[in-house]
């Protein structure tokens, strides 16, 4: 009997570890813990190394599934976790403010992995937000010119994940890369059999042929136009940055400071005292879309700039605004950074 590894990612709070639970046929591996953070408005704990699972295929072989922490401090388990892997889920959670970003930002977190292994993509929640609807993700994914199947996915019910781990098996043994490796090994098994039966009293040189490269996946351009257009194309969406989400950042430990501004430096709000500081926010909200045509890298969506005395500055730019939050130089910029995100996708 044969085996597949698979990975399933997302973000925090999306069903991965639910998924596993469900369909897994042995005692699930995990590394939860409680939560202390922002996640903590939409879950008790939280993966910080990996889940793991097995399940029976319906043609015969076994899927190892992994399953990797959501929250992106945990992000250097998402390579080692890649590794042999040979086949990708990407769940996403329906009932978040912005899943188009989720998407975009897991699409380019896994695009060394997408191009060598089949993709399906699985949109959790729709029974607590009905939209986007799953056209709009198809239309998302063809935007940036990737083909990949997008399903319902109740991460609790065995059979919308067995559902979507089944059409992910269904691609690996569709695969150009995948066929030609097995046909090669079956071939080189079958040349070996012969010459040791021809020549049962001598050591066979086993002459060893490279594999074919997979056909990749055609990924586009992630850091193109496109990624703009992906951002702002959901309708359902209003103002990235409203009073309560302004409020909400706020209040989170170690932040001193926020400022809003629009597009051409204007300063909208800001309780940061020191002019200079916010002189350079407002600069850099305006030569954004200068620097990103220039460099022609794609859209620029964060950028941090840390002090060794003084406070550290983490700027959120959007098409029309640009938030800047200054935070105590002792808090940790990734677990504030992901304190800011979950703020913006959940409320």
């Known amino acids: 009997m044969g085996r597949y590894k698979f990975l399933v990612s997302g973000p925090v709070g999306a069903g991965k570890t639910a998924a596993i639970d469900a369909v897994t046929e042995t005692e699930r591996f995990n590394t939860d813990v409680n939560v202390s953070d922002t996640a903590g408005l939409r879950k008790e704990s939280t993966t910080v190394a990996m889940d793991y699972g097995t399940v029976a295929m319906s043609n015969g072989k076994k899927a190892h599934i992994y399953g990797t922490p959501g929250q992106e401090r945990f992000d250097f388990m ?4 890649s590794k042999g892997t040979e086949g990708l889920l990407l769940l996403f959670d329906n009932s978040r403010n912005h899943p188009q970003r989720d998407l975009l930002h897991y699409l380019r977190a896994f695009s060394s992995l997408i191009v060598k292994v089949p993709l399906v993509i699985g949109v959790t929640r729709m029974d607590i937000k009905a939209r986007p ?5 198809r239309g998302w994914l063809a935007a940036i010119k990737i ?9 609790r ?7 979507a781990l089944e059409i992910l098996s269904e691609k690996v043994e569709a ?13 080189r098994t079958a040349d070996h059999q012969t010459a040791v039966a021809a020549a049962p009293k001598q050591i ?11 056909t990749p996946q055609l990924m586009g351009d992630l850091h193109s136009s496109h990624t703009r257009a992906l951002v702002d194309s959901s309708a359902e969406t209003g103002s990235l ?17 926020i ?12 309780s940061i005292e020191d002019e200079e500081v916010t002189d350079f926010s407002a600069f850099l909200a305006s030569v954004t879309p200068i620097i990103e045509e220039s460099l022609g890298m794609g859209s620029i969506n964060r950028v941090t700039l840390k002090s060794p005395k003084d406070d550290n500055l983490n700027f959120f730019i959007e098409t029309e605004q640009s938030l800047t939050i200054a935070s105590n130089r002792r808090v940790s910029i990734p677990v504030l950074t992901q304190q800011i995100e979950d703020v913006l996708q959940w409320g």
């Open 147 to 155: 083909d990949a199947p997008v399903v319902k996915v109740d991460a």
């Open 157 to 163: 019910e065995r059979v919308d994940v067995l559902n």
């Open 259 to 270: 400022m809003l501004s629009d597009d051409m430096g204007e300063i909208l709000h800001s």
């Open 241 to 257: 940055f409203n009073d309560e989400v302004i409020e909400r950042i706020q209040e989170l430990r170690g932040v001193t400071g």
């Open 175 to 187: 695969s150009t890369g995948y066929q030609a490796k097995a046909n090669e090994s079956n071939t």
């Open 78 to 81: 998402w390579e080692v976790l």
């Open 204 to 214: 066979a040189a086993e002459v060893s042929t490279p594999t074919p490269t997979p």
């Open 133 to 137: 609807v799953l056209d709009d993700y």
